[in-house]
């Protein structure tokens, strides 16, 4: 009895997963947004850190202060004098502008695919490890597979590793969280209304060197998943992504 029960749950989960689309319109909608958004982001980003590429830590720095590193590029920007003892570097305007619109666009897609991700139950049923999954043994065995580069199976089309739910995990809940806070620990505006923004992280100067390690950081993982997609079968698991149609695989069934 119970077998056929568990045969006919089966059979309804098949006949479900042939009638719905791959991915969820919300997650295709919001994850091309924002990919579009996290490339303008890196676009400004960079002209903003070519014109100063020196990081402190602490609340203050600047030309005349010892850096804690810089990047071994010269400053796209003339340093302007104050008038007041000390000096800035040329302020950017069209970086500053792009770099502010977008991360707002990106911080309203983020929520959005949150708040739908839990209310939904795409976060428990796609992305949170499943019960079996939940053991150091597991992950090892996971990471192994995907360092020897073994290609998915076709039932992988359907639903993610291990691997990539931790990794998918980390970018929206960790990665992205603390890369929209160091953001707002440099707004001057943000910070006056909320000190502990910035003084939490040990001042402007050192959400600003947070800012770009944590950028470092999402650059890696999009180089890495891109990669794995590619790896996976670029054209049809980036279609199921845009229309939602499923993905067959290239690997062994
Ligand atoms: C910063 C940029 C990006 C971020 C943060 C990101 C993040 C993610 C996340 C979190 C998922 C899982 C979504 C879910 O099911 O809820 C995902 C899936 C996916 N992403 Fe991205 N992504 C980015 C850029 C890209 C790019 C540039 C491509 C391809 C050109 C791409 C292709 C895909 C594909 C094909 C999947 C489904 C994976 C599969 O079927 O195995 N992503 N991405």
Aim: net charge positive.
């Amino acid at each position: 009895m119970a077998e056929t029960a568990l045969g006919v749950d089966r059979l309804a989960a098949v006949a479900t997963r042939a009638d719905a689309p791959r991915h969820a319109a919300l997650v295709r909608v919001t994850h091309w947004l924002t990919t579009l958004c996290f490339l303008a982001l890196l676009v400004s980003g960079l002209e903003l850190v070519v014109s100063h590429p020196r990081f402190y830590w602490g609340e203050s720095g600047n030309v005349l202060t010892p850096a804690l590193f810089s990047l071994p590029i010269p400053a796209s920007r003339a340093t302007v004098p104050t008038g007041y003892g000390f000096v800035l570097p040329d302020q950017n305007g069209w970086s500053r502008a792009l770099h502010f619109q977008s991360a707002w666009v990106l911080v309203l897609t983020g929520a959005l695919y949150v708040i739908w991700g839990a209310v939904s139950g795409h976060f428990r049923r796609h992305l949170l490890p499943e019960a079996s999954d939940r053991s150091v043994q597991a992950f090892s065995r996971a990471l192994a597979r995907h360092l020897r580069f073994t290609r998915p199976a076709a039932a992988d089309a359907w639903s993610y590793n291990l691997v990539q739910r931790l990794t998918y995990l980390a970018v929206i809940f960790v990665l992205f969280p603390l890369v929209i806070w160091t953001g707002l620990a440099m707004s001057p505006a943000f910070v006056s209304a909320f000190p502990s923004t910035a003084t939490l992280l040990g001042g402007r100067q050192s959400a600003r060197t947070l800012h770009f390690l944590l950028t470092v950081s999402l650059v890696a993982f999009l180089l890495v998943h891109v990669a794995m997609v590619w790896f996976a079968g670029f054209g049809t698991r980036v279609m199921a992504m845009i229309t939602g149609a499923p993905a067959p695989t290239r690997g062994p069934e």
